[in-house]
């Protein structure tokens, strides 16, 4: 399960809260910290209380991400979205816009479409 998930269940001994805060604040470093809506979310009072405490920041993905074309960068945050109730099902992802460009041309970002580098002539 992921820290998400934890979060929504009693919290265990403290060498368990504590993997699981270390978790978080990696996932936080890449994603930025959850917004108040996702954190009144989580059901467990401690963890609450907990994520209530944290200063909000932005997460490095859109720094480290820069030279990435914006929507590849949006689909990586819909599918890192905290609250896996509003992060992105398969069917939102094969739906984005990223996935609409056509497959024999490279993606703005450098990958290629959805061609295969192999069949390439």
């Known amino acids: 399960a992921g820290s998400y998930e934890h979060l929504q269940t009693d919290v265990g001994d403290d060498a368990h809260s504590a993997r699981v805060k270390a978790r978080l604040d990696l996932f936080f470093d890449v994603i930025g910290t959850p917004s108040w809506y996702d954190v009144e979310a989580v059901s467990n009072v401690r963890w609450r209380r907990y994520l209530r405490g944290i200063r909000g920041r932005p997460g490095s993905i859109t720094e480290d991400y820069k030279g990435c074309d914006e ?33 024999d041309e490279p993606h703005p970002g450098g990958g290629g479409g959805g061609g295969d580098a192999a069949s390439a002539d």
């Open 71 to 103: 929507v590849a960068r949006d689909l990586l945050l819909r599918m890192l979205t905290f609250d896996p109730k509003r992060r992105a099902g398969l069917d939102e992802i094969l739906a984005h816009a990223y996935f609409a460009e056509d497959p």
